[in-house]
């Protein structure tokens, strides 16, 4: 394919100079049009080493207004990244709503690198492309524009770009000492380089391949592809997208059970099989808190359920005996106008602890299937790709090595009614009953079916979820923490049994979980 692309084109200074002027004004009218508009632009400049990409990213910056480009250069990885899931180092850089963001070096870069070097087998390398592709197309699907420019060299150009003798070498701190090396894996980085473009060219985030052996006509081109983009991306006829999200009943109907019907509503523990259970349990988690740490294995635990359904009192009791140095509570609310400039999964993204770390998310990323479909919040077709994009984050978690345990706490309508006249009694709770809380109370059954959808979707083998029979506190806690020790247990390989040899209530407590 790249044969194509060595047929020797090039400008001449003078036609440069006359096209430069016209495209810069109109770069920037594109800008400045795309900065009113409600989506935001993403530059990818690709390509093998030596192939002018950094200076196409200079003369970007150059010709358009810097204030609302954003410059992202992804090649020396920090620890920080490589503790966490491969793709959090590119989402916490993406560009909000309105801006650019141009990433020199991106997801491609690792693939392409461990490809040529031998790192990466196809099947491996076609897997990750998948990855790619989903994660494109999310963007994609949430209004993203999406433009990836590779700048293709001759081996020839490539080696008088590197200049791989030592004397130059010493000369130009901008050559490094890979130079030569990248030199000899032309070849094979050739190879690898179509695959991944076979691999990751699609209709809704295309390649735009330029010859570059020439610099005036690489800026000039590359210029020109991203004023078209820009342009079309503007003039597309905007479709009125329904902001209304569809909240009836699925094919079974109200009157049939849901998955919530099976949680128990009438298991207690008395007080004093409680505080056994809760020193116990308590014991455990920390010591295997302290096991995942020197392991590195992340802990993400998710905490969902009805308003006064315990989450808060259970975050507690499951922080208590952590080290504060290894965990975080991350509380959301609706989210902040930065939150809204961004596709809605990036303010979890940035949130993630580092290997060894736990992140406990009092309500989470599953918002956009709750709250935001009964409350029309959220067009149909955006929730109901949520479930798939959900599970793609939560899969990229577990491959990384993260801990993923989900929990849903269940009451009954007759249990919440009582907390909740039992908050506007007591003054030093009143601050916990809003009046949304009566509101969501009329919608029950809308949101009973948004749980139902959500569990049936989301609840994996890699990440499922556990239902919280929730009616009396002390009974959700334990279980709660028993399902805690449980997971963190079985990922570092089941060798951490619980301090106590017999469990005491061994014989009738088995916390639920649905199947996926």
Request: with cysteine.
């Amino acid at each position: 394919m790249f044969e194509a692309l060595e047929t020797g084109k090039f400008l001449s200074p003078e036609e440069y100079k006359a096209r430069e002027l016209e495209l810069r004004q109109k770069l920037l009218e594109a800008q400045f049009d795309q900065a009113e508009r409600d989506y935001p632009v993403i530059i990818l400049v690709a390509g093998l080493p030596g192939a002018g990409k950094g200076t196409l990213v200079h003369r970007l910056n150059e010709w358009m207004d810097p204030r609302r480009i954003e410059t992202s250069a992804i090649w020396m990885h920090s620890d920080e990244e490589e503790e966490r899931p491969f793709f959090w180092r590119f989402w916490r850089k993406l560009p909000p709503k309105g801006k650019t963001g141009i990433f020199l070096g991106s997801w491609y870069t690792r693939p392409l690198h461990d490809a040529t070097e031998g790192k990466l087998g196809t099947r491996d390398l076609q897997v990750q492309l998948e990855e790619i592709n989903a994660f494109e197309r999310m963007l994609y699907d949430d209004g993203a524009l999406l433009i990836k420019i590779w700048l293709h060299v001759t081996r020839e150009t490539q080696r008088h770009q590197l200049d791989e003798e030592a004397p130059r070498l010493q000369q130009n701190p901008r050559v490094g000492a890979y130079a030569g090396h990248w030199w000899e894996m032309y070849p094979q980085a050739l190879t690898t380089a179509e695959q991944i473009l076979l691999g990751s060219d699609t209709g809704h985030t295309p390649w735009h391949l330029i010859e570059a052996d020439d610099r005036l006509y690489r800026e000039i081109t590359g210029g020109e592809i991203i004023l078209q983009a820009l342009q079309e991306r503007a003039s597309r006829s905007a479709k009125p997208a329904s902001t209304k999200a569809n909240h009836q009943p699925s094919a079974s109907g109200r009157d049939q059970p849901t998955v919530l019907a099976g949680v128990p509503a009438d298991l207690t523990l008395n007080k004093n099989e409680y505080r056994i259970q809760l020193h116990r349990q308590q014991r455990h988690l920390q010591d295997l808190a302290w096991l995942a740490h020197r392991q590195r294995r992340s802990l993400v635990a998710v905490f969902e359920g009805w308003d006064a359904a315990g989450k808060g009192s259970a975050i507690r009791r499951v922080t208590a005996p952590i080290d504060p140095r290894l965990y975080q509570v991350v509380q959301y609310a609706a989210p902040t106008d930065e939150e809204r400039a961004h596709h809605y999964l990036w303010r979890f993204w940035r949130k993630l602890e580092r290997d060894g770390r736990a992140t406990l998310f009092d309500r989470s990323w599953y918002g956009r299937v709750l709250v935001e479909r009964v409350e029309q919040l959220t067009p149909v077709d955006a929730w109901r790709r949520a479930y798939h994009e959900i599970n793609q984050f939560e899969g990229q978690l577990v491959a990384h090595g993260c801990i993923v345990v989900k929990f849903w706490l269940h009451i009954t309508p007759e249990e919440q009614l009582r907390r909740f006249e039992d908050r506007q009694k007591k003054p030093h709770k009143q601050y916990k009953i809003t009046e949304d809380d009566w509101r969501n109370r009329e919608r029950w059954n809308d949101y009973e079916i948004a749980v139902e959808d959500m569990v049936a979707h989301t609840s994996t083998g890699f990440a499922p979820w556990t239902l919280v029979a929730g009616n009396d506190k002390r009974y959700a806690r334990i279980q709660i923490l028993q399902t805690l020790c449980n997971a963190l247990n079985q990922a570092m390989g089941g060798e951490y049994p619980a301090p106590e040899p017999a469990a005491i209530m061994s014989d009738r407590f088995q916390p639920t979980a649905p199947n996926s």
